[in-house]
């Protein structure tokens, strides 16, 4: 996974409440087998529209997205994750992410921050009057600097030294081999097994 | 202190706890499908891993597959390709698979359940956020990613966040022609789509006790759609005769000791729950939403909403958009509501119940004209049951669509889908922008309503049905 440490970045004003993971990345995206190539289908059926906040030329290149509360709710698709990674963001800053979509960000490095609504207004307002303006979020000093804006963020010990270092989840728990095998060694028999041996 | 079911399951689950971790915990059951799994084993394939546990692990075709002419190849290169990733990895990997046309293929969550493999007490997981469903049955199921399908198959375990809990006592019985679909779209609509976020939900009460295991599992289906991140029910004598003589349930000594666990299972007396909600189900009516999110329902006996009505700007906001994207005008009643296609299916409302009742309402009716119904039985053995009580003839005979198991039109990734500005009553779980095909409009509606609907061509229950006359068999 790719550490993240802190960013500085444009950010988009995605002002939409309840934005599910269909409208991320439409089912029919579903069907690749890759974990890249997503680009071109983050919000595709929002960006046929010119005016959709993502088309503006003052925000091309942007990497930091600032949405409505319950981002990500819906379908539990990790390719929503990677088609925003894909598309160039680091970072999704929300009042309120869907638990599932959190989950996938924070195991693929793209950090999601949740802000009060009034800090996300504040940005909002910002990006729209000024689409140039710098938003930094640092997750050592675990805070979002931009002009008129600072505010912290919570994010557990836990989860946020696995993004600083970068860390791959599967070799972590592996290192509890034993701890696994003595409880499978304890499991009771009449637990489900799908192969009859 | 005492414990809640969530609590109890949680406990006897872990494998490692240390402070400032997450909890790891021990995972009973992991079910597959194609969408979700090749990047996982992608991933074991480069960093040299096997599949841990090959015997609490079972894959299905379901998302892609087309619901008809199942013997021709897939016509779409694309799916073709992903279902036969899912073949060459479950070949490879060692893992039992069910393919199109296999007797034991369906929709992941009927599946799981009707082989027995669900069982109270037990951890279940699947990229799949309808995992919840299995709930029902007292089991802790959570809906995981892509990077956590492949840490289950590379060591049987997942690092969890401790949750909250939440409790929803539904009190008193439901009314005649209030369904277990109608019930949870209204405590969605009550608590909204981030209601649940963080918490398991425990739905308990009189109403929930009296439901059958079909309708405990449309209720649990739907805990996502409350943002959940799971729901429950507690097992009961209702469960434990469901699951016995299954072909995964367990038998003889097993099932004493299996079954004398499983009454353990019960919230206890003293336990206190983090939130707590009350339902009266008597004040339920057949529910129907009129939105994008399935938080945005009414009871079909309503109008439109007036977006002004919201006092929450976000809300305000949603609401708007979505009358736009539905082609809607605030203060038409829901039952004015025009649709051209009808869905009975999905991992919420695709068993064999569902289909029996939508059956009993078109039982000697027809399908208006203009409209297009589309049964889609959750499973092959869905469909065998139904063809051997008949209801694959009452369905043809309306004028319906009969069609193979698989999860068809609750999204867009196979062959049946909405046209742009199509509308549908559907018994799926999401009525989000496009969910059924680009363009297309969504009302989530309970196989009944579903049912009624498609004789009238406009949102009905069974009740707006007494004028219209049963031909009479002779």
Redesign the interface.
């Known amino acids: 996974m790719e550490a993240f440490t802190t960013h500085t970045g444009r950010a988009v004003p995605l002002?939409?409440?309840?934005v599910?993971t269909?409208?991320i990345i439409?089912?029919?995206w579903?069907?690749?087998?890759?974990?890249d190539g997503f680009e071109d289908g983050l919000f595709e059926?929002w960006r046929k529209d010119p005016e959709f906040v993502l088309n503006r030329p003052e925000h091309s290149g942007a990497t930091v997205l600032v949405a409505?509360?319950?981002f990500g709710?819906?379908?539990?698709?990790?390719?929503a994750?990677w088609a925003l990674q894909n598309y160039g963001f680091k970072t999704v800053i929300s009042s309120?992410f869907?638990?599932?979509f959190r989950?996938?960000s924070l195991?693929?490095g793209l950090l999601t921050v949740v802000l009060p609504?009034e800090t996300v207004e504040a940005l909002w307002q910002l990006t729209e009057s000024d689409p140039a303006a710098a938003v930094t979020v640092d997750l050592v000093t675990r805070t979002v600097t931009a002009e008129g804006v600072e505010a912290a963020f919570e994010l557990?010990?836990?989860?946020r030294w696995r993004l600083l270092e970068g860390l791959d989840?599967?070799s972590?728990?592996?290192q509890?081999e034993d701890?696994?095998a003595a409880?499978?060694a304890r499991?009771?028999?009449?637990?489900?097994?799908?192969?009859t041996? | 202190m005492g414990r809640t079911l969530a609590e109890k399951v949680w406990d006897d689950h872990v494998v490692r706890r240390a402070e400032g971790e997450p909890d790891l915990l021990f995972i009973d059951l992991h079910l597959l499908h194609e969408v979700t799994s090749p990047q996982a084993f992608d991933g074991l394939r480069k960093s040299g891993r096997a599949v841990r546990r090959t015997d609490l692990t079972i894959a299905t075709e379901d998302h892609n597959t087309p619901t008809l002419d199942i013997d021709k190849p897939i016509a779409d290169p694309v799916s073709r390709t992903q279902l036969e990733t899912l073949r060459k990895n479950c070949a490879d990997f060692g893992v039992r698979l069910h393919s199109l046309g296999d007797d034991e293929q369906g929709v992941v969550h009927v599946v799981g359940p009707q082989l027995g493999l669900t069982q109270p007490g037990t951890t279940v997981v699947c990229g799949d956020s309808h995992t919840s469903t299995h709930g029902a049955f007292g089991a802790l199921a959570f809906g995981i990613g892509t990077s956590q399908v492949e840490h289950v198959l590379a060591t049987q375990t997942l690092p969890m966040a401790p949750f909250k809990t939440m409790a929803i006592t539904v009190e008193g019985e439901l009314p005649d022609g209030v369904t277990a679909k109608d019930l949870i779209l209204a405590i969605i609509a009550r608590i909204g789509t981030g209601g649940g976020q963080g918490y398991v939900i425990e739905y308990r009460g009189e109403a929930i006790e009296k439901l059958s295991m079909e309708a405990r599992m449309t209720i649990c289906n739907m805990s996502i759609e409350a943002g959940a991140r799971a729901g429950m029910i507690a097992p009961d004598e209702t469960t434990f005769a469901y699951l016995r003589g299954r072909d995964h349930a367990p038998s003889g000594a097993e099932w004493d000791e299996a079954v004398a666990y499983w009454k353990t299972l019960r919230t206890d007396e003293d336990a206190v729950f983090d939130h707590e909600v009350v339902i009266d189900a008597a004040a339920l009516a057949p529910f129907v939403t009129w939105g994008t999110n399935p938080g945005q329902g009414a009871p079909l006996s309503a109008a439109v909403p007036d977006p002004g009505q919201y006092t929450d700007p976000s809300e305000r906001l949603a609401a708007e958009k979505a009358l736009e994207y539905m082609g809607l005008t605030a203060g038409t009643p829901l039952r004015d509501i025009s649709v051209d296609t009808v869905f009975v299916g999905s991992c919420t409302n695709g068993r064999i119940e569902d289909l029996r009742s939508a059956a009993a309402v078109l039982q000697g009716r027809k399908v208006a004209d203009g409209v297009r119904m589309l049964v889609v039985p959750g499973s092959v053995r869905v469909a065998l049951q139904a063809v051997q009580e008949g209801l694959d003839k009452v369905f043809t005979e309306a004028g319906a669509e009969w069609r193979h198991a698989g999860c068809s039109m609750c999204l867009g990734m196979n062959p049946d889908q909405l046209a742009p500005g199509e509308r549908s009553a559907s018994t799926s779980n999401r009525n989000f922008e496009g969910r059924q095909g680009k363009g297309g409009r969504t009302h989530l509606v309970s196989p009944q309503v579903a049912a009624a609907t498609a004789v009238t061509g406009t949102l009905a229950s069974p009740a707006d049905l007494a004028g219209v006359p049963v031909p009479v068999e002779v």
């Open positions: 002002r939409r409440s309840n599910d269909d409208q439409p089912a029919h579903l069907k690749k087998v890759t974990r059926a409505g509360p319950d709710t819906g379908s539990s698709r990790e390719h994750v309120r869907a638990d599932i989950g996938n195991k693929n609504q557990d010990e836990n989860a989840d599967i972590i728990t592996l509890n701890a696994i409880f499978e499991r009771p028999a009449h637990k489900p097994r799908t192969l041996h």
